[in-house]
């Protein structure tokens, strides 16, 4: 065993050693790998960095309900007898109440507006979310990085830090959205969530210019504790016919993320696997020329009285050593060019919602895992071929 050990080091390191000879076609194996792993690593920093933007929004502190059978603000409606029913309810239903008695609540309403962005021709679809004076306190993690919060009963409005920097909008700017213009006031800042490629608005401002009248398509009610969403759906149960969803801010919003992010992945794992495949092939063409190169060297030791384990592994520890230094060099380029990236998507009630790609830990490996399983399967047949040269057969290839 110690011999095959010492055999196999003896020809790793002379493998390595004559990689300078053939430098040309040992970077083509590089790069091709280097190419694979960024490819993954951009789609899966893609559908990472959205879910991380959407479900960072989420509170399970907070409840969200739903009417109409559906589990999306887009197309919900929560009647107005069910709001004015759970206030009067003297009861423990699991919410909040503030010194008055009153429910912790937020009555919302999202609208999709067209805005152009500065310099642009084409507008954009944006959210713009109507709500109650309570709305912005019961975003955790929210806060005012310009200006102030809007008024009630105003047309002013608050953008997101990130639909700021995109659009441009300034406070004190005059943005038309629909059929009014509306005075931003203030920017908002979420840590980077999805709140923050919304607008925000009044809720009566809101549904006066959109012929909303009366529409309430989502209510959010702070839960006295986590545990308390069970009983706010209990009470739903018996206070109306109407199909009602309460369901965790938290939940809401992953279950959204989990969707877009599934179409990204299968969008990129499928190209990524081809072009795996098209690395391998050239990992094993790689590898087979490095072989042929060596065949009298290879064919020598073994006559010397090397193993053909210590052949296999030499050659085989080579391909797998250039594999790995694609890897490295592929998530290096992908952390430097991926990481923070600005994207967007459509994403929560079919608006454009704003993200950055995230390059972490757990999408370099399996990418980095990806490259690997490319210099090992490329490199294991070359490795084979090398353990059955025989030394009279190299010589007359080179004579």
């Known amino acids: 065993m110690s011999s095959n050990i010492q055999q196999s080091l003896v020809m790793t390191r002379a493998n390595i050693f004559s990689l300078p000879r053939r430098v040309s076609i040992s970077l083509s194996m590089v790069l091709s790998i280097a190419l694979v792993v960024c490819v993954l690593t951009g789609f899966l920093a893609m559908a990472k960095g959205f879910e991380t933007a959407l479900q960072s929004a989420g509170s399970p502190s907070v409840a969200v309900v739903l009417g109409g059978g559906t589990n999306q603000e887009t197309g919900s409606d929560v009647p107005a007898s069910v709001i004015r029913t759970m206030e009067a309810t003297t009861g423990d239903i699991g919410v909040a109440r503030d010194a008055s008695g009153a429910l912790v609540s937020s009555r919302e309403i999202v609208v999709t507006v067209d805005v152009k962005p500065d310099g642009s021709d084409a ?24 200006g102030r919060l809007l008024a009630p009963g105003t047309r002013e409005i608050v953008v997101g830090d990130r639909l700021a920097q995109e659009f441009g909008f300034q406070i004190g700017d005059t943005v038309r959205l629909g059929t009014l213009y509306w005075t931003v006031v203030g920017h908002f800042s979420s840590q980077g969530s999805a709140f923050e490629s919304e607008i925000w608005a009044d809720l009566d401002s809101i549904r006066s210019a959109f012929d909303r009248q009366g529409q309430v398509q989502s209510l959010r009610l702070r839960l006295t504790n986590p545990g308390d969403l069970s009983a706010l759906q209990g009470q739903l149960a018996t206070i109306t016919t109407t199909p009602l969803l309460a369901v965790s801010e938290a939940d809401l919003y992953a279950a959204q993320s989990g969707r877009t992010a599934s179409l990204i992945r299968a ?16 990992a094993l063409n790689t590898m087979m020329n490095s072989v042929s190169d060596r065949t009298v060297e290879i064919a020598t030791v073994r006559a010397l009285g090397f193993s053909r384990l210590s052949a296999f592994i030499g050659t085989w520890v080579e391909a797998i050593l250039l594999a790995s230094v694609g890897v490295i060099c592929g998530l290096a380029v992908s952390w430097l060019a991926f990481n923070g990236w600005q994207a967007s998507t459509v994403g929560a009630n079919n608006a454009r919602m704003a993200f950055q790609l995230a390059v972490t830990a757990d999408v370099m490996l399996i990418a980095g895992l990806l490259g690997l399983a490319v210099g090992l399967v490329g490199g294991a047949l070359p490795a084979i071929a090398a353990t059955r040269l025989p030394l009279a057969t190299a010589l007359r290839s080179r004579g």
Request: hydrophobic content about 50%.
């Open 267 to 282: 969008f990129g794992w499928p190209l990524a696997l081809l072009m795996a495949i098209g690395a391998t092939a050239g």
């Open 123 to 146: 507008g954009r679809t944006v959210a713009l979310r109507g709500m109650d004076p309570a709305g912005a306190s019961m975003r955790d993690s929210v806060s005012i990085s310009q």
